[in-house]
């Protein structure tokens, strides 16, 4: 059975499974409940360093247990509140989805068995998306050098993963899935050596993001057979010009090429994943009704939320002109609209920080902001943007 298909597990609106039996690592070598956890300004995620020591009894540390604790007890935690937004636009949650799919008892605090891991491998990428940063892709080091250079407050760093030693520390025997990030998990050295120590493949149902630049090898091909199920994410932030802007060095038409080859090869329901920020939301409409008129693939679209590129950080008539832009009909303008109505709040310093990087970067790529949101660029046309 697929690992989102079994019956509905009906639960408190707060209560959610991953909090049970998921851990998804982050950049900086912690785990989360699950990928929508934001960056942990205070120390306070289990670390990769307790779960060598310690394995899963690492999870079961004050941030985890208080988290279980107010789940059970009906607090709705603002972590979790882009699942809230989704079940109030009438969109199956993650929470919704993960509660019908694991097998937690969740009665007490106490992390339980680990169904669903999310992990990245390294940062080895060959994007430079302009939403990223070099955490995540090592593609992106020159280009945050240059940015810290004109007075961001970016670190180029070299992230030194700990996915494979850990691996050895977690109890892999209750897998139901796994879901890998990137970098680009497709190019990673690691990705055989981490495929090759799930112990019962055949029970794991595998879903893969990738930027669908690449075809991988046969060994590796071969290898996703032993697995129940493999599942792919393609993203791809919008059509043609849309996707190319954001994503620097990825070409729309070869990833669709190269998405529909993969969805050919392992049959299932794989998707379309597009990221909207302040550079490419105007291509939001037409983006999703050309996907869904001619891909057959799922779709699902996200909208930054926690940095200078995001939308909710925009004076209130980019926000306006935002929502107008997207037709009555179209399958998101809800959800849309429930997001801005939610996280819309107008921040000048960042939004003089985004238009401030959006110069920077069309000087860096030679590209032109004006040919995907001409309304921005008129903006930057009005103002006297300083870079020094
Ligand atoms: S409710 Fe949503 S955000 Fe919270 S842990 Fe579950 S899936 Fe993650
Ligand atoms: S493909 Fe992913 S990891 Fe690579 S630069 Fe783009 S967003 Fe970052």
């Known amino acids: 059975m697929d690992f989102f298909a079994v019956d509905i597990y009906r639960m408190k609106e707060t209560v959610c499974k991953f909090a049970w039996s998921s851990v998804t690592s982050t950049m900086v070598n912690t785990f989360r409940p699950c990928c929508r956890f934001p960056f942990d300004d205070k ?5 990769t360093d307790q779960v060598l020591l310690k394995g899963q009894q690492a999870l079961n540390n004050a941030f985890m247990t208080d988290l279980r604790k107010d789940m059970l007890d009906g607090v709705k935690r603002s972590e979790c509140s882009k699942c809230y937004v989704e079940e109030e636009s009438g969109i199956k949650s993650m929470r919704q989805k993960g509660n019908e799919a694991l097998s937690s008892e969740c009665k007490s ?13 390294d940062n080895l990428c060959n994007l430079e998306c302009r939403m990223c940063e070099s955490t995540f892709s090592t593609k992106l080091q020159q280009r945050d050098k240059f940015l810290q250079n004109n007075g961001f407050y970016i670190q180029p760093i070299n992230v030194r993963y700990k996915t494979l ?41 595998l879903f893969i993001v990738t930027n669908a630049t690449t075809i991988p090898n046969e060994t590796v091909l071969e290898k996703f057979n032993q697995f129940k199920s493999v599942k792919f994410t393609f993203s791809i932030d919008g059509i043609y010009q849309f996707n190319d802007y954001q994503r620097v060095g990825s070409s729309f038409e070869s990833s ?32 999703v009704e050309w996907f869904e008129k001619y891909m057959t693939l799922g ?15 925009s004076p209130t008539w980019y ?7 997207i037709s009555p009909t179209n399958s998101f303008k809800n959800y849309v609209s429930n997001l801005f109505d939610q996280y819309h709040n ?4 960042e939004w003089n920080k985004f238009l401030k990087f959006v110069k920077l970067t069309d000087d860096m790529y ?9 309304l921005l660029k008129n903006e930057l046309d009005k103002l006297t943007v300083n870079v020094d």
């Open 319 to 325: 926000a306006e002109a935002i929502l107008d832009h």
């Open 109 to 121: 605090v106490e992390f339980e068995n680990l169904e669903f891991l999310e992990i990245s491998l």
């Open 256 to 287: 669709i090429g190269n998405s529909l080859f993969l969805s050919q090869m392992y049959q299932n329901n794989h998707s379309i994943h597009s990221v909207y920020s302040s550079l490419n939301i105007f291509g939001l409409n037409d983006s």
């Open 366 to 374: 030679n590209t032109d902001i004006g040919k995907i949101n001409p």
């Open 165 to 205: 030693e850990m691996m050895d520390k977690f109890d892999l025997t209750h897998l139901k899935a796994i879901k890998m990030l990137g970098g680009e998990p497709l190019i990673s050295p690691n990705l055989l050596k981490f495929l090759d120590k799930i112990p019962y493949p055949h029970l794991v149902d």
């Open 346 to 349: 107008y921040q000048p310093e």
């Open 43 to 47: 120390n306070q995620y289990p670390t």
């Open 299 to 313: 779709l699902s679209i996200d909208i930054v939320s926690c940095n200078f590129l995001s939308p909710y950080n």
